[in-house]
């Protein structure tokens, strides 16, 4: 299980890369292993409002149907179109293929997310 | 957490596993769209011995059978198998089961795991007849091997003319040198087979097969599910459960509303004198999304149902559902809204067998 020691995490299995007042939110490799296949992915809009903890998209395995919740509260600046024709990209490289950039509204929020030792720690258990 | 006998199997192949119905089973191997391919274009074999299985055996065991059982026990004959329904006094399912018919004295009963003790527990309520109601779920283990390909792989490993198995019978016979009961019966809409046996001798046709037969997948629940779906398999808790009748899940065909009374026929058969209310259909998702249970289903900004089971579906390649509505809106081309989260999508009515195997 890959998980880079530049970007923070959440219990809930998402990683935030911050780049100038900015993040960038995915699924972890540990999230996209336990989904298995995923066929499809249900993206929020520019400019939609997530807030931390609330769910903003909807990943879709062959199995099931699973929330990703925001780990920061902020306005989407950008969202990862390629991912609406090859959610599978989300397989195949969780960190590279982001889901969706945000504009931080309060970067204390930050501080609450897990580091890249504390998540492996937490997902073994 | 129970384990099958096939348990070290499933590690050693890397599956993973998961709990369901108080056993830890294999969800998949590789991935549940593969194992799925596999069974519609070649076969896979699958650990079902967590299925419950009970004898009924006495003078008395086809009064005992025909009083809780839906289908026409008295019609069968030996090595013969019906597929029918334990129903209340309501109309509802307690369960959905296989009855195999050894002969006048002895059935096997091969029922759900998640429903097998209340099922064992509603059957003994029953029993004023001469008859007993053993639980010998585990005295047997169970491989299922489906797909096209299932007969040739397994004629290998015996001489009985496997061909001479029709469709819903089944016989006892000897497969690499061991004895088994093995029935031409299915949960994937493919042709197959349900062999039982004694534990170490199913855990050895289990290997066995994987190891001889390079083009034989193992295949977990999470591909057993999509391919029952897709064939039109009910699911217990799904497509039926206390509160679907048999006939309003469109399995009719399994209940004999003529014969001498079995529970809950009166409630059927006025239900079906009346015209049922509502049905089991199947939905073709029109807009982009997936479809999955317990979603409501909208006509003309009226609630009118709810979705049973969803998938994409790997064989068809599209988003499909199963969903109970009112009769008036269960024709085919019906127009529905189903909201998706915070989405109202458009779908429609089409039959529930989405997908049916070519006859060879």
């Keep these: 299980m890959k998980t880079p020691k530049d970007l923070r995490y959440t219990k809930t299995h998402e990683?935030?890369?911050v780049e100038d007042g900015h993040a960038y939110i995915g699924i972890t490799d540990y999230a996209q292993d336990q989904l298995g296949e995923i066929v499809f992915?249900?993206?929020?809009?520019?400019?939609?409002?997530?807030?931390?903890?609330?769910?903003?998209?909807?990943?879709e395995s062959v199995k099931a149907a699973s929330d990703v919740m925001a780990p920061v509260s902020g306005v989407v600046t950008a969202v990862n179109e390629a991912l609406e024709d090859s959610p599978e990209l989300l397989n195949e490289d969780p960190y590279e293929n982001w889901i969706v950039k945000v504009e931080l509204e309060d970067e204390s929020e930050l501080e609450g997310l897990m580091s890249a030792e504390e998540y492996e720690n937490m997902s073994k258990e | 957490m129970k384990r099958t006998p096939l348990y070290d199997e499933h590690v050693r192949l890397h599956?993973?596993?998961?709990?369901?119905?108080?056993?830890?089973?294999?969800?998949?191997?590789?991935?549940?769209?593969?194992?799925?391919?596999a069974v519609r274009n070649r076969a896979g074999v699958f650990d079902v011995s967590h299925m419950g299985e009970i004898h009924i055996q006495g003078s008395e065991a086809t009064d005992l059978l025909d009083h809780i059982f839906t289908n026409r026990v008295r019609a069968m004959t030996a090595q013969e198998i019906q597929y029918g329904f334990l129903t209340n006094e309501k109309g509802g399912v307690v369960d959905d089961l296989l009855v195999y018919k050894v002969n006048d004295e002895f059935y096997l009963l091969v029922v759900n795991a998640a429903n097998k003790d209340k099922d064992f527990a509603w059957i003994k309520e029953k029993n004023n007849f001469d008859a007993t109601v053993i639980d010998k779920t585990d005295s047997y283990a169970e491989i299922a091997l489906q797909g096209p390909k299932a007969e040739e792989i397994l004629q290998t490993y015996t001489e009985t003319d496997l061909s001479a198995i029709r469709f819903f019978t089944f016989a006892e016979f000897e497969i690499a040198d061991k004895s088994f009961l093995v029935s031409r019966t299915g949960y994937t809409g493919e042709d197959g087979f349900e062999i039982y046996g004694e534990n170490d001798d199913v855990k050895m046709l289990f290997s066995r097969?994987?190891?001889?037969?390079?083009?034989?997948?193992?295949a977990g629940l999470?591909?057993?599910?999509?391919?029952?779906?897709?064939?039109?398999?009910?699911?217990?808790?799904?497509?039926i459960d206390a509160d679907i009748?048999?006939?309003?899940?469109?399995?009719?065909?399994?209940?004999?509303?003529?014969?001498?009374?079995?529970?809950?026929?009166?409630v059927l058969i006025r239900q079906k004198e009346a015209g049922l209310q509502r049905k089991v259909v199947g939905l073709e998702l029109l807009d982009k999304g997936i479809l999955r249970e317990g979603y409501d289903v909208y006509h003309e900004d009226e609630r009118i149902g709810r979705t049973l089971s969803g998938y994409l579906s790997p064989t068809l390649e599209k988003p499909l559902a199963t969903a109970i509505v009112p009769m008036k809106n269960?024709?085919?081309?019906?127009?529905?809204?189903?909201?998706?989260?915070?989405?109202?999508?458009?779908a429609r009515v089409r039959n529930k067998?989405?997908?049916?195997?070519?006859k060879s």
């Excluded at chain 1, 992915?41 to 990943?59: C, M, N, Q, T, Y």
């Excluded at chain 2, 599956?15 to 391919?37: C, D, F, N, W």
């Design chain 1, 15 to 17: 990683w935030v890369r």
């Design chain 2, 353 to 358: 067998m989405f997908y049916r195997r070519k």
């Design chain 2, 330 to 346: 269960a024709k085919k081309g019906t127009i529905v809204t189903v909201k998706v989260r915070k989405r109202m999508l458009q």
């Design chain 2, 209 to 218: 097969l994987l190891a001889e037969n390079e083009k034989l997948l193992p």
């Design chain 2, 245 to 266: 009748t048999p006939l309003e899940a469109g399995y009719g065909f399994a209940v004999d509303l003529r014969k001498e009374r079995f529970l809950g026929q009166d």
């Design chain 2, 15 to 37: 599956a993973r596993m998961v709990e369901y119905a108080g056993y830890e089973m294999p969800l998949q191997y590789t991935s549940i769209k593969e194992e799925h391919h």
């Design chain 1, 41 to 59: 992915i249900e993206l929020p809009e520019e400019s939609d409002d997530l807030e931390k903890g609330e769910e903003f998209a909807a990943i």
């Design chain 2, 222 to 239: 999470g591909c057993r599910d999509t391919l029952r779906f897709e064939a039109g398999l009910p699911l217990y808790g799904h497509e």
